[in-house]
């Protein structure tokens, strides 16, 4: 079974251009979590979806930043017109419909804006 | 924010157990207590979770309180290999509007010396 798969693991974009993170959650798993993680801090929640539904936005940016999880395919996490400061690593978690079991993390993407 | 308390950091040998204590004492009845790590800047690692009863995985064994209202994460023979923060989160089991997220707090840093 395999794990949660991000991509690209590195990103690296100029100022003004758009950033598109991949995740893809592990089999089975129809809740998604996005997590930033600035250099030398914390991880910071972002947004939890479910398949076409966003369940909780209270971490996302207000502008710039969005996320979906469709049907079919991976959930994906859109940064616009991206600056300086959006360089980071954006982890992605998925877990199973309710309960309590685990989430599981992927190994990241890690962005860098120059 | 994060419901659980810390200590920033521990220091333990190599072989030895290492014993990592979380307070959370406004945990609520339906909440669970998860245990997650990130070495260096890995994606977050699920390590062991409970609601009441201790628990033990090929990983780790956690020990709840009767009162829940702390715990602590056992490690049994550590290794260089688990030198890496340790985060205590408390989650709800069920889907309850903006609480099945993950919310990490600073974690302890674990330094196992050889």
């Known amino acids: 079974n395999a794990g949660v798969m991000q991509n690209p693991r590195h990103l690296v974009r100029r100022r003004g251009q758009e950033a598109r993170l991949r995740c893809s959650p592990m089999k089975g798993h129809s809740h998604v979590y996005w997590y930033r993680q600035l250099p030398e801090e914390g991880l910071k929640f972002m947004v939890y979806?479910?398949?076409?539904?966003?369940?909780?936005e209270s971490g996302m940016p207000k502008e710039r930043f969005s996320a979906e999880f469709p049907k079919e395919g991976p959930s994906i996490l859109r940064i616009q017109q991206v600056v300086r400061g959006d360089s980071a690593a954006y982890f992605c978690a998925s877990s199973p419909q309710q309960g309590p079991q685990a989430a599981f993390f992927g190994q990241g993407t890690r962005l860098t804006v120059v | 924010d994060a419901k659980t308390t810390q200590p920033p950091s521990m220091d333990c040998a190599e072989g030895r157990a290492a014993n990592l204590p979380c307070n959370h004492s406004t945990i609520s009845g339906n909440e669970y207590v998860y245990w997650y790590r990130q070495i260096h800047s890995q994606g977050p690692q699920y390590i062991i979770h409970?609601?009441?009863n201790n628990e033990t995985n090929e990983m780790a064994s956690l020990i709840i309180t009767e009162d829940r209202k702390s715990s602590t994460l056992i490690l049994p023979h550590a290794t260089l290999r688990d030198t890496a923060v340790y985060y205590c989160?408390?989650?709800?089991?069920?889907?309850?509007?903006?609480?099945?997220?993950?919310?990490f707090g600073q974690g302890t840093r674990l330094t196992i010396n050889p």
């Open positions: 989160i408390v989650r709800p089991s069920e889907l309850i509007q903006g609480a099945q997220k993950l919310v």
């Open positions: 409970g609601l009441k």
């Open positions: 979806l479910q398949k076409e539904n966003i369940i909780d």
